[in-house]
């Protein structure tokens, strides 16, 4: 069983940053092998895959967040991160990380996530 928990959301003007963090702890044979997602789901929505970074560090991202967002991982912590700049109101949601399938959905059991609330 693996545990996720995300943390840095919060609510922040339009143009604001933040920084989400996730660590990944449980039965976890090896957390770099894993491709890693941040996953968002905003109110009546599904949740779709924003962003990813492979074991080898290649990262890819959804049209929507490019240049915006950029996802990192620290292999000796089993984190992954997500820096959010220049936010907008439509990145409004809530946001989980995952080990990501070649299908984009996630492997893992899903984390409680953390909110993002851009609004002025």
């Known amino acids: 069983q693996v545990q996720l928990v995300e943390s840095g959301g919060g609510l922040v003007q339009p143009g604001g940053s933040l920084r989400l963090s996730c660590v990944a702890s449980g039965s976890i044979f090896s957390f770099k092998i894993y491709t890693m997602g941040w996953y968002r789901q905003a109110p009546g929505k599904q949740r779709d895959l924003v962003a990813h970074?492979?074991?080898?560090?290649?990262?890819n991202y959804a049209d929507s967040v490019k240049e915006r967002f950029t996802i990192s991982r620290d292999n000796a912590k089993n984190v992954v991160y997500l820096q959010i700049n220049s936010l907008k109101p439509e990145d409004t949601a809530v946001y989980y990380c995952?080990?990501?399938?070649?299908?984009?959905?996630?492997?893992?059991?899903w984390g409680q996530g953390t909110q993002v609330t851009v609004s002025s």
């Open positions: 970074i492979t074991s080898g560090g290649i990262t």
């Open positions: 995952n080990a990501a399938a070649f299908s984009g959905s996630g492997l893992w059991t």
